[in-house]
């Protein structure tokens, strides 16, 4: 049967308009395989805006019989159409066990208390369907004070239960008078949070979890609907976006903002100026030109209106990094991982940055640079923090003096406390730090990095590149440095399975640069 707005003839659809008002049994004979005008007759309270084509798309991929996973910006409306479907399914027994899975259980609770405030509040689903949820004292009730609910059954019989990453679905089982009966309906969202996207182990983990635990202890018919937001460029979502592209069992649908020059939904304009007309006229409207300027660089309307800089955005140039020339280098006779490119000098910024060792780890490196920005020699091996100790001590002692710059967090502590025994102490880097009981100052050799720190030292970093104040750099820092991006909290990183080491000692040595710290050359 076809939804209302699918009708073209004018005379026939103010028909089954009609119909569909003034006869319960059309009504619901109608809108059994039609989700879409289901969720504007009940629902109607929810939709302040005229609907999109792809809400009417996406309303018709929930009654299809291939899994689902949708990917749409952030006030698309994707919850508010899964809660349609999802009473939708219990009003015309569309499954018996329906699962509802987010990265964190107070999320996927959330949901079904909202599923179980319509059933017992909307009016029009009890006056056609009947009261669904049981009017009881037990322990869902309770549940309704706090907000949420783990599971509960419906009057007609179909369970609901909430999941979250840890709760496995294998061996679930919802035993009625109707027969035995495992998750034949699964929905997800919000799989990805911030803290779940932070590093490729976790990730690795939440995947294997979810395929094995949760989509492989469902029933071999269960139906999927997926949500999905992409809030960095590694995680949940982007994996199984690539996934369902390739499956035969999968529909996915991508909704940006904007394609083209196109908005896809009238809720959205283009200017401020816009929303203050349209508000003159009673109508809401919501501005890109304000989201832009929330969001600043992270702004991309093409895509998902999602706050990310991951996908997209380098942190430096990388024109700029591309142009710079091929330089020549000498390898060290005792360090292989040491380059020299230019003589010795005794007016020099070394910059280092120190790592745990052993082969699965990140790298120990060393960038030596003049006050010209020219680059002198670099180093980059996987070794311990003993032995790049040894590097840095070996360079002053082959001629390429000057002040040293290395880090001093955690494992550089390792480093830093023998160079301060060794012949370089009197040109380390010192800080001045405060005695919080006896409120002394204290001297702190090299540089402590903060999320503060940080972000100053690789803006002076990003600034010396873009003004091509800094075009020397060695063919694996380039790497590095065309491999550092923002991720989604706007911090710069490197990109899955790059490395950061000769970034970090790279923006160390130029902040050498910048000190008036007279150096010993002994």
Known sequence: MKSLYEIKDADKRKQVFDRIYSSQSFRIKYFEYNVYDFGLYYFGYFFTAKSSPYHKQVAKDFLADMNLLLIAFREFGKSIWVLVDIIHAICYKR??????????????????????????????IIN?????????KDKEEQGLQKRSVSEFITTNNIKMKAMSMGTTARGMLYSSKQGAFRPDRLYMDDVDVLDSVRNPETINKNEEFLKNEVIGGVDSYCR????????????????????????????????????????????????????????????????LEKKKEEQKDSYMPNFMLVPTLAIGNPVFNQEKILETNQLQYEIDNKFKDLRTYKQPSEDLYVGVDTAGGGAYGDYSTIVVINNKNELYATYQAKVSPDVLADVVIHLHNIGYKGLIVPESNSIGLATVDKLKTSIVKDNLHCEKSIDKVTQRANKKYGFTTTQKSKRLIISNLEEAIRKEEMVEFDDRTKQDLLNYYYDDKLAMNALKGAFDDLVIATALALFGTKQPKKVVFR
Do not use: H
């Open 95 to 124: 499954a018996n066990f329906m699962l509802y899975f987010s990265f964190e259980k107070t999320l996927s609770e959330g949901r079904l208390f909202d599923v179980i405030v319509q059933l017992k509040t909307n009016q029009r």
């Open 224 to 287: 999927i609907v997926f949500l999905g937001n992409i809030i960095a460029a590694d995680g949940l979502v982007p994996r199984y976006r690539s996934e369902a592209k390739e499956s035969k069992y999968w529909q996915t649908r991508e909704i940006p903002v904007k394609i083209g020059d196109e908005i896809v939904w009238d809720r959205f304009v283009e200017t401020d100026a816009e929303v203050e007309e349209w508000e003159k006229k009673g109508i809401k409207k919501i501005s």
């Open 128 to 136: 056609d369907f009947g009261y669904l949820f049981p009017d009881t």
